[in-house]
């Protein structure tokens, strides 16, 4: 597959120039019918919604919420820009961008790939690296907050994802509120996951070692979600084929 030229500079400074890069990788994506483009899109619109907690003072700390966020999204851009560029990255990164570059995989895979690198992995790193060790305790607060801004959220994404694979508004219809729970409840898990890695992580004397162990057993996880058993692939393979749109309209409709 003919690899566009590589997007660069995409480090920020700030979390407006969090959603610039974000911004230019979307763009970027888009010129070139990148299915990256899809997880670019939800996180933008997920930092958009930070953003406006820390101007409404939603959070006990905003500049220390803000250095968190961009921390974090660092984590993720300076991943994106390395892989394009053919430097290493970690697995589940790897693996997240590999997997964009296959027409298979549904939308939702894609984000729960992108996902799985940037909570699981990501999140509890950048909020070890936020404050001192001594410090961690008085940002949970404020970490646990993040779940009310993506839990706001849910409701938005489904029916977006409902626009791209129309027979979700049938199942949405079907669960009532159960799917909004599971979806809100799963993110919760998710982030006291990462809440305890950010705490292990801190306490650890090799740090590159406690990347790099986390960094495999996502891998795993991250393989279980990419790949689909050949029973399992008839199911997959009618929802792949109802999705509407090409790859510049899906990232459009998440956008």
């Known amino acids: 597959m003919h690899q566009p030229i590589p997007l660069t500079n995409l480090h920020a400074n700030s979390i407006e120039g969090v959603i610039q890069s974000l911004d230019r990788l979307i763009e970027w994506s888009n010129a070139h019918s990148m299915r990256a483009g899809y997880f670019a899109a939800l996180y933008r619109k997920v930092t958009i919604n930070v953003k406006q907690g820390i101007a409404?003072?939603?959070?006990?700390?905003?500049?220390?919420?803000?250095r968190l966020d961009v921390i974090?999204?660092?984590?993720?851009?300076?991943?994106?820009?390395?892989?394009?560029?053919?430097?290493?990255?970690s697995n589940c990164w790897r693996l997240a961008f590999e997997m964009t570059e296959h027409w298979s995989p549904l939308v939702i895979q894609h984000l729960?790939?992108?996902?799985?690198?940037?909570?699981?992995?990501?999140?509890?790193?950048?909020?070890?690296?936020t404050v001192s060790m001594d410090e961690l305790p008085t940002l949970?607060?404020?970490?646990?907050?993040?779940?009310?801004?993506?839990?706001a959220l849910i409701d938005d994404v489904e029916k977006k994802l409902a626009e791209i694979w129309p027979a979700l508004n049938w199942i949405d219809a079907l669960a009532g509120r159960l799917d909004e729970k599971l979806a809100d409840g799963g993110m919760v898990f998710a982030r006291d996951k990462a809440w305890a890695f950010a705490l292990s992580y801190a306490a650890a004397t090799d740090k590159r070692s406690s990347i790099r162990c986390m960094d495999a057993r996502l891998y795993i996880l991250g393989q279980a979600l990419a790949?689909?058993?050949?029973?399992?692939?008839?199911?997959y393979l009618p929802i792949r084929l109802s999705e509407r749109g090409n790859v510049r309209k899906k990232i459009q409709i998440l956008a």
Not at 227 to 235: A, D, P, Q, R
């Open 72 to 89: 974090f999204a660092n984590r993720y851009l300076d991943a994106f820009e390395q892989y394009y560029a053919g430097q290493p990255v």
């Open 56 to 66: 409404e003072g939603r959070f006990d700390n905003g500049a220390r919420m803000e």
């Open 112 to 129: 729960m790939l992108g996902m799985n690198a940037h909570i699981n992995l990501d999140l509890g790193i950048a909020a070890a690296q």
């Open 140 to 151: 949970k607060p404020d970490f646990d907050r993040i779940n009310d801004v993506l839990s």
């Open 227 to 235: 790949h689909v058993s050949f029973l399992k692939w008839f199911i």
